[in-house]
């Protein structure tokens, strides 16, 4: 499995924009990179998937590098709402979908 | 986004019984659904992915034998806690997607409390 380095915790003032970082360095050509986030007691939700371009979607944009060994979740414009841990996945061979530590986001209203 | 419903939320059992959980996905056809356990402050752990009418594959240290997973339909996978101990105490967490490189979608978890 791809290994994913994230910061700890974040802060972010409200209805300003959030860069996430995530690091995975050992990602191979085909692995689909995949960012969910978790609220407190309950399931994960999805936000954002891509494999090489930069994608958009209603709730955020995902921003990879050219060498696909990082990637960068962007949050345009932080709510409340948006405190969450949120988890970087590498999508490997196996389709799995492994959980690392995350980032903890603090949304400072 | 598709929605993936899990059932029950919240369940406590007495020490030495089985425990069902359901996860159905409402709107679409899972071909694969996977199982987490999520412990306090901690990350979601994978547990094993079943595929429709397929074994369901444990992960390393999961004991299948205790951990019954069926995936009888493209809309349904349960997973069975047997023979529950308070050390199986634990937020139950499924998830489920159409193919290989789409999303997944996560039921809103099962709390379960053995007593």
């Known amino acids: 499995d791809a290994k994913t380095t994230q910061p700890n915790s974040m802060e972010s003032n409200e209805e300003e924009p959030v860069h996430l970082p995530c690091n995975h360095s050992t990602i191979s050509g085909t692995d689909y990179i995949h960012w969910y986030r978790q609220l407190p007691s309950q399931g994960p939700e999805y936000v954002i998937h891509g494999l090489t371009s930069n994608v958009n979607n209603r709730m955020a944009s995902l921003a990879i590098a050219e060498d696909r060994k990082s990637s960068t979740l962007i949050l345009h414009r932080a709510t409340l709402r948006d405190a969450a841990v949120y988890y970087c996945?590498?999508?490997?061979?196996?389709?799995?979908?492994?959980f690392g530590t995350g980032t903890r986001l603090k949304v400072l209203a | 986004g598709a929605v993936v419903s899990q059932h029950p939320s919240r369940v406590i059992c007495k020490s030495g019984t089985s425990v069902k959980i359901e996860c159905r996905s409402l709107?679409?056809?899972?071909?694969?659904m996977f199982w987490y356990r999520q412990f306090p402050k901690q990350s979601l752990m994978l547990m094993a992915t079943s595929n429709e009418g397929s074994k369901a594959t444990y992960e390393q240290g999961v004991e299948k034998d205790k951990f019954l997973i069926n995936h009888a339909s493209l809309t349904l996978s349960t997973l069975t806690v047997t023979s529950a101990h308070p050390e199986d105490s634990s937020f139950y967490i499924c998830?489920?997607?159409?193919?290989?490189?789409?999303?997944?979608?996560f039921g809103q978890g099962t709390r379960l409390t053995v007593v």
């Open positions: 998830s489920a997607r159409v193919s290989l490189n789409t999303e997944a979608f």
């Open positions: 996945i590498p999508q490997t061979g196996t389709y799995k979908y492994i």
């Open positions: 709107d679409f056809q899972a071909t694969t």
